[in-house]
C-alpha cells in the first residue's frame, strides 16, 4: 500500500512539474507551420520547494513567438539569441493575456522570459 502511495505521488509530482509544451507539429488553419517550444523553470533549480502549477505554452510559426501562461506573472522580459548569427533580441510583452511577439525568421534561437515575478523561464527554437 505505502509503495502504490509514493507511485502516485511520484506520477502526480511528474506531472505539475511538467512545462513540456502542448500541441502538435501540423499546420495550423492560417497555413502556417505550428513548432512546440519546450519551456523549462530555471528559478525552480536546486530549490527544494512544492512543484509550480505554472504551465507556458509557446510556439512559433511565421515569426512569431506566441505565448500563453496558465498563471499571469506581469510582465515579461523575452530574449531570444539566434543561433546563426548569435544576435541577441529583447522584447516585452503581458503574460496577462495572450501574446504573440514577432521576431522574425528563425532556424535555431534560444529564448528566455524573466517575468516581472521574478521567475526565469528558458526554451529552444529549432526549425527543421
Known amino acids: 500500500m505505502k509503495l502504490l502511495n509514493l507511485k502516485n505521488a511520484f506520477i502526480g509530482l511528474t506531472l505539475l512539474c511538467s512545462f513540456e509544451v502542448s500541441g502538435d507539429n501540423t499546420a495550423s488553419s492560417f497555413g502556417k507551420e505550428v513548432i512546440p517550444i519546450k519551456i523549462d523553470d530555471m528559478s525552480q533549480q536546486n530549490r527544494p520547494k512544492a512543484p509550480s502549477k505554472q504551465f507556458i505554452e509557446c510556439w512559433y510559426g511565421d515569426g512569431e513567438l506566441s505565448f500563453d501562461f496558465t498563471i499571469p506573472e506581469g510582465m515579461c522580459n523575452l530574449n531570444v539569441t539566434d543561433g546563426k548569427s ?24 534560444d529564448i528566455t522570459i524573466t517575468t516581472a515575478l521574478g ?3 528558458i526554451g529552444e527554437i529549432l526549425v527543421d
Do not use: K
Open 119 to 121: 521567475h526565469t523561464y
Open 86 to 109: 548569435g544576435f541577441v533580441y529583447n522584447y516585452v510583452f503581458d503574460s496577462s493575456e495572450h501574446a504573440e511577439v514577432y521576431v522574425g525568421n528563425l532556424e535555431h534561437a
